[in-house]
């Protein structure tokens, strides 16, 4: 009985393996985009620089321009589930405002009328512009100060803050920009008359006011001079007058400590 339903089973599917399909069908041809033009496909550029690429997209059937679709989408070489979105114009032109590294750039095409994408990628490499320049703090026409920074070329880039942190501005008293090296990293302080901002050194994101430098902050916020020891293993902060520190190898919370109390207040330029 095995062998009569091995059999049956083997025929049928030779049955329907040499079975000819005499169906209809109409095959139509699809348009077929391509990006064209001059561009690389390795860029690389600094943060906060403007990424600019003007193609043509090329029809294979040309449908008119309102059919198609674009996106330029930016994403971390070592992370594909997140993305920067760019831009929906054929040509894209934005600031760059993600840390330093390497990322893929992805360009798609859409003809609405088929739905068939078309991809163009592109590898960019994002260089950090404290890499080499003097960070200033830059009166700006508004009356609030801004970070810039100066590359040795000439070039400056404008309002890093503002950029970074989706507008917001610094305080109309900052007087002060400090890059303090601690070992291997660098950390980045706005000082001003009655706060003092953080800031993350590769996007210039605002970390927090000084309020959040302090186990417990003290009554006055008044920051005159920031500074970290030659081999960056302490920190000491001038604030109104007083001392606070921390040491670096200290495992707990990098907050500064209570001010050393005395018959004196320290000077900023001391």
């Known amino acids: ?101 390497n990322y893929r750039l992805l360009f798609s095409a859409i003809d609405t009328e088929t739905n068939v994408p078309y991809f163009k990628e592109f590898y960019v490499q994002v260089n950090s512009i404290l890499s080499e320049g003097w960070l200033v703090l830059e009166d700006r026409p508004d009356g609030f100060p801004d970070i810039a920074i100066i590359q040795p070329t000439g070039l400056m880039f404008h309002d890093l803050y503002r950029q970074a942190n989706d507008g917001e501005k610094l305080p109309s008293d900052a007087y002060s920009v400090r890059v303090l090296n601690q070992i291997t990293v660098q950390n980045v302080f706005v000082l001003a008359q009655t706060d003092g901002i953080e800031l993350d050194y590769a996007g210039f994101k605002k970390f927090g006011n000084a309020a959040s430098w302090f186990f417990q902050a003290p009554p006055v916020i008044k920051p005159e001079s920031y500074f970290y020891t030659k081999l960056g293993v302490a920190a000491f902060l001038v604030n109104n007058g007083d001392l606070h520190t921390y040491a670096f190898l200290y495992t707990g919370p990098a907050k500064l400590g209570a001010p050393f109390k005395g018959n004196w207040r320290i000077s900023k330029y001391g």
Do not use: H, R
Not at 59 to 76: D, G, N, R
Not at 81 to 100: M, R, S
């Open 1 to 101: 009985m095995k062998k009569i339903i091995l059999t049956l089973t083997i025929l049928t599917a030779f049955i329907a393996g040499c079975y000819k399909d005499k169906g209809n069908y109409t095959l139509s041809p699809i348009n077929v985009l391509k990006l064209s033009g001059s561009m690389p496909d390795t860029i690389v550029m600094l943060q906060m620089d403007t990424l600019s690429i003007t193609g043509k997209v090329d029809q294979s059937i040309p449908v008119p321009e309102s059919k198609l679709k674009y996106q330029w989408k930016l994403f971390p070489a070592a992370n594909a589930a997140f993305y920067v979105d760019l831009g929906t114009e054929k040509d894209i032109k934005a600031a760059i405002k993600v840390n330093p590294g």
